[in-house]
């Protein structure tokens, strides 16, 4: 009887400790993005100053690889990790090896990751996949191994585990613009490492727009001395003022080409390609402004303090050879700068009023046979499509640049949702998703009256960005290279904000590139977000945490009368409320997952959430007469 009773205890004590635990999986180990396949092990392997890391490979990026890894448990734990060649040792060791025969299931980035009790080897076809094997490594130790002081710890271990993994997309990308505020090299190196250690590997780098051309040009001084400044204005960026008539240009900056190299160099060491965009031939202002003859009317112009300055003239003339020949200097540097394949011409929102009415861009289209000023557009594209491939280089435009005929050898970034991404692919070109309804980070994750940021657009959760599927159906998925997330910066006026905008949305968008379609599920990886939140505040990344907060839906009962609904991204989460103007807590009323009435006389709603018995979101306080404005 007795054993009998032991035996059922320790049964179900490794049962609920193990593999299930409802139809939730309970674990130890989360990792973000979910790895392809997971098995966990019993018992740990123990982080000590005795441990070596041996680069088997005698790689020289995977040495740097290694190297970056044992700096990072150096400063947080005080653990020095030596990396010796080849020697023999087997115990208490990290191997990296590279396969001599390729193990063609995990392809260019895929690895497999062993943890046993006595040593960790991680294997990979390319240096690429080692990297992303010490990412996941780092995502198994506590979270204060990613920050930036050192703590004592008694012990330092890694759950033992068999992990294989590979991505699903090569293109796991991440939008910056500089140019709307500029963001210093500094700040983009730690975006371009914090984005690497979620898998994403293409930092996309907007560096011109009306508001400023941020990369130096040698020849073309103007760009940067003129294009890179415009009136300081602080505030609301929609309603900054044009500049006064003789006012001094004083803010905004620009990367010199050392600095452009520097942070090239950076980005390989983490194995993120760089993809730079000079957008053409609209959202030229900075451009324009260097050069006055580079625009229809020829007008002198400013650099835009704000949106839009008095109908600008903001497009490339198509009539005008010169400015070809300072695209061809322009892309010529940009090509030899940046190693990787692809560059990106921009090509959307390119207004063509001015082309209407301008007799050198009529000319054009006269001597070329163009029917109409989208095909000039298409015209424009082809040219410098016809620079970079003289280049080795890949044009890569917004979905714009298949009005009026696509350029034959162009990828197409979708961004006005996923529309022009399919038709991309059925025209048999390759396309990256960065549908706006999902993918751009610049629009609100959370109600505004809580999130107090500077934003527009409809409202992208962590959740929504999750929902964001890169092959839509009936597209053959060889021709989507992957996906991308945008970040704007119009409202993005400080690199505090930067990071708020795109953490933890960033996370979704990192399984959704990396992870098997089929393992997607938002339950399990809130689990897994959330573990990272610690991990950004030990390396000080301000990341947003309104997941926990609560958004309201109202809708109309029979009576046509305004009911509320609540809703938490969370599934754990209980809402309270109040509508008499006191702060909500765990006794106040708690939503009940059915539209509520509004009591007479109220003219405002508090909503508080809670896990278990603390509150755990911010406190959202809504006018009713604004959520008004929501009813369908
Ligand atoms: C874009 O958002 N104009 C690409
Ligand atoms: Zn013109």
């Known amino acids: 009887m007795?054993?009998?009773?032991?035996?059922?205890?320790?049964?179900?004590?490794?049962?609920?400790?193990?593999?299930?635990?409802?139809?939730?999986?309970?674990?130890?180990?989360?990792?973000?993005?979910e790895p392809v396949n997971i098995q966990e092990k019993q018992g740990v392997f123990p982080l000590t100053s005795n441990v070596k890391i041996v680069n088997f490979s005698g790689s020289k990026?995977?040495?740097?690889?290694?190297?970056?890894?044992?700096?990072?448990?150096?400063?947080?734990?005080?653990?020095?990790?030596?990396?010796?060649?080849?020697?023999?040792?087997?115990?208490?060791?990290?191997?990296?090896?590279?396969?001599k025969k390729e193990n063609q299931t995990i392809?260019?980035?895929?690895?497999?990751?062993?943890?046993?009790?006595?040593?960790?080897?991680?294997?990979?076809?390319?240096?690429?996949?080692?990297?992303?094997?010490?990412?996941?490594?780092?995502q198994l130790l506590p979270p204060e191994v990613s920050g930036k002081a050192k703590v004592n710890r008694l012990r330092w271990t890694v759950p033992c585990v068999e992990?294989?993994?590979?991505?699903?997309?090569?293109?796991?990308?991440?939008?910056?613009?500089?140019?709307?505020?500029?963001?210093?090299?500094?700040?983009?190196?730690?975006?371009?490492?914090?984005?690497?250690?979620?898998?994403?590997?293409?930092?996309?780098w907007h560096l011109t727009d009306n508001q400023g051309w941020r990369i130096e040009i040698k020849g073309l001084p103007e760009l940067t001395t003129i294009g890179a400044w415009r009136v300081p204005r602080t505030g609301k960026f929609c309603t900054f003022e044009s500049p006064a008539p003789g006012e001094k240009a004083t803010d905004g900056g620009y990367y010199t080409q050392e600095d452009i190299k520097e942070v090239v160099l950076y980005a390989q060491k983490r194995f993120v390609n760089i993809v730079p965009e000079v957008?053409?031939?609209?959202?030229?202002?900075?451009?324009?402004?260097?050069?006055?003859?580079?625009?229809?009317?020829?007008?002198?112009?400013?650099?835009?303090?704000?949106?839009m300055q008095d109908?600008?003239?903001?497009?490339?003339?198509?009539?005008?050879?010169?400015?070809?020949?300072?695209?061809?200097?322009?892309?010529?540097?940009i090509a030899s700068l940046f190693p990787g394949k692809y560059i990106h011409v921009g090509g959307d929102e390119a207004w063509k009023d001015f082309w209407k009415k301008c007799p050198k861009c009529q000319q054009r289209m006269k001597d070329e046979g163009l029917k109409n000023e989208g095909?000039?557009?298409?015209?424009?594209?082809?040219?410098?499509?016809?620079?970079?491939?003289?280049?080795?280089?890949?044009?890569?435009?917004?979905?714009?640049?298949?009005?009026?005929?696509?350029?034959?050898?162009?990828?197409?970034?979708?961004?006005?949702?996923?529309?022009?991404?399919?038709?991309?692919?059925?025209?048999?070109?390759?396309?990256?998703?960065?549908?706006?309804?999902?993918?751009?980070?610049?629009?609100?994750?959370?109600?505004?009256?809580?999130?107090?940021?500077?934003?527009?657009?409809?409202?992208?959760?962590?959740?929504?960005?999750?929902?964001?599927?890169?092959?839509?159906?009936?597209?053959?998925?060889?021709?989507?290279?992957?996906?991308?997330?945008?970040?704007?910066?119009?409202?993005?006026?400080?690199?505090?904000?930067?990071?708020?905008?795109?953490?933890?949305?960033?996370?979704?968008?990192?399984?959704?590139?990396?992870?098997?379609?089929?393992?997607?599920?938002?339950?399990?990886?809130?689990?897994?977000m959330e573990m990272q939140f610690p991990r950004f505040e030990k390396e000080g990344v301000n990341y947003a945490p309104s997941v926990y907060d609560p958004t309201i839906v109202p809708v109309k009962n029979e009576n046509g009368e305004m009911e509320l609904t609540f809703t938490t991204e969370l599934k754990d989460l209980d809402v309270y409320y109040t509508f008499d103007c006191t702060f909500p807590d765990n006794y106040s009323p708690r939503y009940q997952q059915k539209p509520i009435s509004i009591p007479k006389g109220a003219s405002e709603v508090w909503v508080i959430t809670y896990r278990k018995d603390k509150p755990i979101g911010r406190l959202l306080v809504m006018r009713l007469n604004d959520l008004k404005s929501r009813l369908k």
């Open 311 to 333: 109908n600008d003239d903001l497009v490339l003339c198509a009539g005008n050879e010169d400015n070809f020949k300072k695209l061809e200097i322009i892309f010529s540097q």
């Open 375 to 528: 095909e000039l557009q298409s015209y424009f594209i082809k040219r410098i499509e016809k620079i970079l491939l003289s280049k080795g280089k890949t044009l890569v435009g917004w979905d714009e640049i298949l009005e009026g005929g696509l350029a034959p050898s162009a990828v197409v970034m979708s961004w006005r949702g996923s529309a022009g991404g399919i038709e991309a692919a059925q025209k048999g070109h390759e396309a990256v998703m960065s549908p706006n309804d999902f993918c751009y980070f610049n629009q609100p994750q959370g109600e505004l009256a809580i999130e107090r940021v500077y934003a527009g657009g409809s409202l992208i959760g962590v959740s929504k960005a999750y929902e964001c599927e890169p092959v839509p159906e009936g597209v053959d998925a060889k021709y989507i290279l992957g996906g991308q997330a945008n970040l704007w910066s119009e409202f993005v006026a400080s690199p505090r904000i930067a990071e708020y905008m795109t953490w933890p949305r960033a996370l979704a968008l990192s399984e959704v590139f990396w992870s098997p379609k089929a393992k997607r599920n938002w339950n399990d990886f809130a689990v897994r």
């Open 107 to 138: 392809g260019k980035e895929g690895y497999t990751l062993s943890v046993t009790k006595s040593k960790i080897v991680i294997t990979a076809n390319k240096p690429a996949g080692i990297f992303y094997g010490l990412q996941t490594l780092t």
């Open 163 to 204: 992990i294989k993994d590979y991505p699903r997309f090569g293109w796991r990308g991440l939008m910056l613009d500089v140019s709307r505020h500029f963001f210093s090299k500094e700040f983009v190196k730690r975006y371009i490492d914090q984005m690497s250690k979620y898998k994403l590997n293409t930092f996309h």
């Open 2 to 33: 007795k054993r009998h009773y032991l035996f059922f205890l320790v049964v179900s004590l490794l049962f609920s400790m193990s593999i299930v635990h409802g139809q939730e999986r309970v674990s130890a180990i989360k990792i973000v993005p």
């Open 61 to 99: 990026e995977v040495g740097e690889t290694a190297k970056l890894f044992s700096e990072q448990i150096a400063l947080s734990t005080g653990i020095n990790l030596k990396i010796v060649p080849v020697d023999g040792s087997e115990n208490q060791t990290i191997k990296l090896m590279l396969n």
């Open 279 to 307: 957008d053409v031939p609209g959202h030229s202002k900075a451009f324009i402004v260097s050069y006055p003859d580079a625009s229809c009317t020829g007008l002198q112009y400013s650099v835009n303090a704000g949106f």
